[in-house]
């Protein structure tokens, strides 16, 4: 069955500061895989997304994210954090809803990131 | 600026009210989607439509009924709400309902309080 785990609930760091945020994933198949952002009071933004090719990937507001297959992961990254970063954070895999071809979404539980000044 | 508009944004109702959620796209998009949040908590998926067909119920109770009355538009229908259906309810859409590598898009949702 699909899976998302998002290990870390809560990350703080300083702004200016780097930032790693770990998706792993448990799919049989080639992973579509998503990272998508929630500020405050908001939908879900569209960070970025992998589904073949270059296993670096660069999407908006700076982030990029790498798929390992090997390690069942799909890490976040920034080289330097703005203050208005702080939002949640979701990892997500597409796949076919119960082995159909419907797609559907399976999330992780989300990352909460603060940012201090 | 989000390409899928939900309205209202905020809607306090008592439980034994009527009220509709309505969303709107105009991408093309062929399968929408809505989903319930609670605070702190991943969104969890309700109804999915494909070419304007109910396809996915994840056994949502009845009162919540969805309506997709043309391809652009998505409608939740409320009713007899209890006070634990106090969320923000997204909807979203994508291109299309058989290809999972392509991304949802979201509104902003709708945030029900139910007294």
């Known amino acids: 069955a699909q899976s998302v785990t998002q290990p870390d609930i809560h990350i703080t760091v300083s702004e200016g500061a780097s930032l790693e945020l770990r998706c792993n994933y448990s799919?049989?198949?080639?992973?579509?895989l998503f990272w998508y952002v929630q500020s405050p009071g908001q939908g879900l933004q569209l960070l970025l997304k992998?589904?073949?090719?270059?296993?670096l990937v660069q999407g908006i507001k700076g982030f990029e994210a790498e798929f390992k297959r090997s390690q069942s992961s799909f890490n976040l990254r920034k080289p330097s954090v703005h203050w208005s970063d702080a939002a949640e954070y979701f990892c997500?895999?597409?796949?076919?809803?119960?082995?159909?071809?419907?797609?559907?979404?399976?999330f992780g539980r989300g990352t909460q990131l603060t940012v201090w000044p | 600026d989000t390409e899928v508009t939900q309205t209202p944004k905020h809607l306090v109702m008592g439980m034994t009210n009527k009220k509709s959620l309505k969303c709107e796209q105009h991408?093309?998009?062929?399968?929408m989607y809505w989903y319930k949040q609670k605070a702190k908590k991943p969104p969890e998926l309700m109804f999915v439509y494909s070419y304007e067909k109910l396809s996915i119920n994840e056994s949502v109770p009845s009162r919540f009924s969805p309506e997709c009355p043309n391809s652009s538009l998505l409608n939740l229908h409320l009713h007899a709400l209890q006070p634990e259906d106090s969320a923000l309810y997204l909807c979203a859409s994508s291109q299309d309902p058989g290809r999972v590598r392509q991304p949802q898009h979201f509104g902003d949702g709708t945030r029900l309080s139910i007294l």
């Open positions: 997500a895999v597409g796949a076919g809803d119960r082995g159909s071809t419907l797609g559907r979404l399976y």
């Open positions: 992998y589904f073949s090719g270059d296993t």
């Open positions: 799919y049989g198949a080639t992973p579509y």
């Open positions: 991408m093309g998009h062929r399968a």
